[in-house]
T-cell receptor, first 112, second 111 residues
Framework: KAGVTQTPRYLIKTRGQQVTLSCSPI?????VSWYQQTPGQGLQFLFE???????NKGNFPGRFSGRQFSNSRSEMNVSTLELGDSALYLC???????????FGPGTRLTVL | GQNIDQPTEMTATEGAIVQINCTYQ??????LFWYQQHAGEAPTFLSY????GLEEKGRFSSFLSRSKGYSYLLLKELQMKDSASYLC????????????FGKGTTLSVSS
């Protein structure tokens, strides 16, 4: 079974731009969560989607948003990029009734 | 607020045993996870504890005490490939899979 895939793997943007990241979960997984990983803060929860609905949300500004499609694929969007948004963005998927999350390889975002 | 503490770094030698501790103070608790993350790679699942006690899985074991807000990951017969970051994470809510992570413990295994 294929794992979680994320595209693109690397991205360079400038301040003020917006970016969209994509995540395809493991086949059959209906829950998708997004995390931001930085050296200083570690892994921080952004939001979780289940059946196209946001189920939980972390403590991030409204510039960070996401959505989930009927095939469980998910996208996250960051608008008005700031230097501090430079990070590894990880997506994780899990089965509806199983707690274990499986992570994708991440998208490395650099904001210049 | 949510607080999960782990040591920042640990070192050990091949063949040894190492214990990585994790203490947590969170607004909710529905289980504790351990993940391993090699540099430049995605975190991979190691263990999940929801009840008090020890869970053993090969060379890795994980322990949980809910009353003390404490967990540890025990790695036996260390190998060079065990050099990685080990992440402790708490599942806050019963519904949903959102995790709150500690900042991770970087383990270096030398020969």
């Amino acid at each position: 079974k294929a794992g979680v895939t994320q595209t693109p793997r690397y991205l360079i943007k400038t301040r003020g731009q917006q970016v969209t990241l994509s995540c395809s979960p493991i086949s059959g997984h209906r829950s998708v969560s997004w995390y931001q990983q930085t050296p200083g803060q570690g892994l921080q929860f952004l939001f979780e989607y289940f059946s196209e609905t946001q189920r939980n949300k972390g403590n991030f500004p409204g510039r960070f948003s996401g959505r989930q499609f009927s095939n469980s694929r998910s996208e996250m969007n960051v608008s008005t990029l700031e230097l501090g948004d430079s990070a590894l963005y990880l997506c994780a998927s899990s089965l509806e009734t199983e707690d274990t999350q499986y992570f994708g390889p991440g998208t490395r975002l650099t904001v210049l | 607020g949510q607080n999960i503490d782990q040591p920042t770094e640990m070192t050990a030698t091949e063949g040894a045993i190492v214990q990585i501790n994790c203490t947590y103070q969170t607004s909710g608790f529905n289980g504790l996870f351990w993940y391993q993350q090699h540099a430049g790679e995605a975190p991979t699942f190691l263990s999940y504890n929801v009840l008090d006690g020890l869970e053993e899985k090969g060379r890795f074991s994980s322990f949980l005490s809910r009353s003390k807000g404490y967990s540890y990951l025990l790695l036996k017969e260390l190998q060079m490939k065990d050099s990685a970051s080990y992440l402790c994470a708490v599942k806050l809510h019963q519904a949903g899979t959102a995790l709150i992570f500690g900042k991770g413990t970087t383990l270096s295994v030398s020969s």
